[in-house]
């Protein structure tokens, strides 16, 4: 953080600093050409640089015989004098632009994420974080991540809008109230140690209970613990990376349409999951009225019993169904609008 700082402010202020080196090189020529020679060049750098900066300790180089000396150093205390202090200024105004930004930010991500109801946690943006986050914005999902690497989060989510981010641990009780865990409908533990996953999972249920929490797990001898810990869910990215690889292999067409499917950015379309109103219970599939959604395609329903694929229209709806959908992330909260206000067709 401290490189990056400088770094900025040398670019900010590169010719202010190109014209010091020009009066320091001046200053030390002039003195060495004023002294004939009798002094070194790092004497007459350090005359150049009392007088430019007004320490006063005394002169070095002895010019009380020496009017042209005297005027010389005159011109160098005029122009240097005013180019220090503009470059000191400039310090100051930086070091303080910087924290009051600092400030205005952390405030702003606060305000923003106190308004957030039923949004995500994302504990860690670094490896398959990253995918999530992105997955979440692409599905019009509100989410806030959570990350110790300010720097690295702005570097690695640049493409990503509007995001809500906290800085701090994830397994800290203090940062995860500040990301809004006791409004929030979802939690994602993905760390890359297992034991933080574990502490982010337990951490987060002991907060808010009614919060799901899904876990990601290196090592699948940590799987149980993770869960007793109080993760609803724990998958280990080499079990599903093995999956996926086989299934590119036996079964590429399936792959390659899913594939298009999740990179289809004018259709955006995914598999996405609801539940019905209670005044849609015992009514027919039919009176959802999908037909008129284009781009909705019902798959199948889970029911307490097991699964129904490709349910006819004649299918009565029951208070425990999960409808199998595939959808625009538009097109689905249309039908979340349904199911909440039935008397809309």
Not at 20 to 39: A, K, N, Q
Not at 221 to 243: C, F, Q, R, T, W
Not at 258 to 281: A, G, Q, Y
Not at 302 to 314: S, V
Request: hydrophobic share 45%.
């Amino acid at each position: 953080m401290l490189k990056e700082f400088i770094l900025r402010f040398i670019r900010r202020n590169l010719s202010l600093f190109a014209v010091l080196v020009i009066v320091l090189l001046i200053g030390t020529i002039g003195y060495s050409i004023i002294g004939g020679g009798r002094y070194s060049i790092v004497d007459c750098l350090y005359m150049t640089v009392i007088t430019i900066t007004t320490i006063g300790f005394g002169e070095i180089i002895d010019l009380s015989h020496n009017p042209l000396g005297r005027i010389f150093t005159i011109f160098i205390a005029f122009s240097g004098i005013g180019i220090a202090a503009y470059l000191f200024s400039n310090i100051t105004a930086f070091i303080v632009e910087g924290r009051l930004q600092e400030v205005f930010w952390r405030r702003k991500m606060e305000r923003e994420i106190g308004k957030l109801k039923r949004h995500y946690i994302v504990c860690s943006i670094d490896g398959v974080g990253f995918y999530i986050a992105k997955e979440l914005h692409s599905t019009k999902r509100p989410y806030v991540i959570v990350d110790i690497d300010k720097a690295k989060v702005e570097r690695i989510i640049g493409d990503l809008k509007n995001e809500l981010l906290i800085e701090g641990e994830a397994t800290d009780s203090d940062i995860l109230i500040k990301a809004g865990i006791r409004e929030a409908q979802g939690l994602f533990a993905v760390a890359r140690d297992d034991n933080e996953n574990l502490v982010i999972s337990l951490t987060a249920k002991t907060l808010n209970t009614g919060v799901k929490v899904v876990a990601a797990c290196n090592d699948l001898k940590n799987m149980e613990k993770i869960k007793k810990a109080g993760a609803d869910a724990v998958i280990s990215p080499s079990y599903i990376g093995g999956l996926r690889i086989v299934s590119e292999m036996v079964r590429p067409t399936v792959v390659s349409f899913l594939d298009t499917m999740m990179r289809d950015k004018e259709k955006n379309l995914r598999i996405e999951e609801i539940s019905p109103s209670e005044s849609f219970v015992n009514k027919p599939i039919k009176a959802l009225n999908l037909k008129k959604f284009p781009n909705i395609l019902l798959l199948a329903i889970k029911r307490k019993e097991g699964w129904i694929y490709n349910p006819g229209e004649d299918y009565l709806l029951k208070q425990d169904d999960i409808l199998i959908i595939m959808t625009t992330p538009e097109e689905k909260f249309e039908l979340e609008k349904i199911f909440t206000e039935p008397g809309r067709k």
